[in-house]
C-alpha cells in the first residue's frame, strides 16, 4: 500500500498520511481547518514488513483502507524537560 506524507504548516511536528495523493477530501472539514495548509514531504510503501519510526504501520494501513487517512501527532513530553 502507498501512502503519501503530508506535514502541517499550523501544528508542529503533526503529519497526515493519505491513501492518494493530494486527496484532501478525504479529510474531515473540521481537521482540514485545524491542521492548515498541508506540505508534502514523502511518499512511502506501507509493506507489513515497513517500520516507522513513530507509528504503528499497521494501524496506518488499516486507518487509510478504511477511512483514507492517518494523523501522526505530535510525541508526547518525555518528563517536562527543555527542548533538545
Known sequence: MQAYV??????????????????????PEVLRTQLGELRFVLDVALTP???LAREDAAVVR??????????Q????????SADD
Open 6 to 27: 503530508y506535514k502541517s504548516l499550523r501544528k508542529a511536528e503533526t503529519f497526515v498520511y493519505l491513501r492518494e495523493r493530494d486527496a484532501f477530501g478525504l479529510l
Open 73 to 80: 501527532f505530535p510525541p508526547p513530553p518525555t518528563d517536562g
Open 62 to 71: 488499516a486507518n487509510l483502507a478504511g477511512q483514507g487517512f492517518h494523523i
Open 49 to 51: 514488513e515497513r517500520q
